[in-house]
Each structure stands twice: as C-alpha cells, then as structure tokens.
Nanobody
Framework: QVRLVESGGGLVQAGGSLRLSCAAS?????MGWFRRAPGKERQFIAA????????YYVPSVRGRFTVSRDNANNTLYLQMNNLKPEDTSVYYC????????????????WGQGTQVTVSS
C-alpha cells in the first residue's frame, strides 16, 4: 500500500473549476478518484493507468473532468471544469498495486479526502 494525501478542494460557484491533487508516497500502477456525497454511497468516478494511455470516467463527469498523473513526482490530478452543485462531495484518491482497473473493490490504498462544495 501507498500513503495518499489529497489537496485542492474548496468552495466554488457553479460553472467554476477546481484542480485536485493527490500525492503518493510511492509508485502506484493504477489510480483513481472516488467521491461521496452527503447521505450517499461512495462513487467511483475516474481511473487512469500508469502510462496515462487508459482512462475511465463515469458518465456524469465525462467531458467535464480530466484525470492525469505525474509519475516522476508520484502525483495524481483531477481537473474539474463546469462544476455543478451535484458535484458537491468529499473526493478521495485511491491506488491499486496491480494496475489499471475499473473494479472499485480492488483499490486498497486511500487518501483522507478533500471537500468540494459547489454553490448554485
């Protein structure tokens, strides 16, 4: 497992943008972003392979969010544009040692989360 620390959350108006970062303590082949809105279950929203050539987005964020990574600095990013009030959640980054996966249960390292609040 690797230690993950998210940053970059905050309060933004609808239509605005935020960039989340996730610093990892070591190498993580597969990485992803999840979010949990108040009163809802955790949702898997994006994933990226080690090379960055493979990415996945849940339909509700596709075209607005972009996941990327800087392997030299062990950092994962989530660029969020055109934010909507329904994007309000705690956002978590996660890692899986075996590689790119779309199976949420395979992620075994988690950050503490960063709050994103979108006002209307």
């Amino acid at each position: 497992q690797v230690r993950l620390v998210e940053s970059g959350g905050g309060l933004v108006q609808a239509g605005g943008s935020l960039r989340l970062s996730c610093a990892a303590s070591g190498r993580a082949l597969g990485m992803g972003w999840f979010r949990r809105a108040p009163g809802k279950e955790r949702q898997f929203i994006a994933a990226i392979s080690w090379s960055g050539n493979s990415t996945y987005y849940v339909p509700s964020v596709r075209g607005r969010f972009t996941v990327s990574r800087d392997n030299a600095n062990n950092t994962l990013y989530l660029q969020m544009n055109n934010l909507k009030p329904e994007d309000t959640s705690v956002y978590y980054c996660a890692a899986v040692p075996t590689g790119y996966t779309l199976v949420p249960g395979e992620y075994d390292s988690w950050g503490q989360g960063t709050q994103v609040t979108v006002s209307s």
